[in-house]
């Protein structure tokens, strides 16, 4: 059975770094493009960043130079680093596998990232 499950959000000042990580079950990671995506209140689930199978990794243009997506192969996980966080990078955060892919597996329950003073 696939399962993701993401953990490592919570609430941060502005400014401040949080590392999020997605363990995978279900599936070999290695073998897959995956993404981090997440979804603010009242808006629709967005991708933030990939990395593909080589481990080149792509952001979109709101989180360069801020985050930084990492795969370990052998622990089947994927991670988010965050830096800088902001106000508006607030959202619920998930991973899946890269949008290109043929099919995404079942939503996780994701984990809340809350940037507030």
């Known amino acids: 059975q696939v399962q993701l499950v993401e953990s490592g959000g919570g609430l941060v000042q502005p400014g401040g770094s949080l590392r999020l990580s997605c363990v995978a079950s279900?599936?070999?990671?290695?073998?897959?493009?995956m993404s981090w995506y997440r979804q603010a209140p009242e808006k629709e689930r967005e991708l933030v960043a990939s990395v593909n199978i080589g481990g080149r990794a792509n952001y979109v243009d709101f989180v360069k130079g801020r985050f930084t997506i990492s795969r370990d192969n052998a622990k089947n996980t994927v991670y988010l680093q965050m830096n800088n966080l902001k106000p508006e990078d607030m959202a619920v955060y998930y991973c899946n596998k890269d949008p290109s892919s043929r099919y995404l597996e079942p939503w996780g329950q994701g984990t809340l990232v809350t940037v507030s003073s």
């Open positions: 279900g599936f070999t990671v290695s073998t897959y493009g």
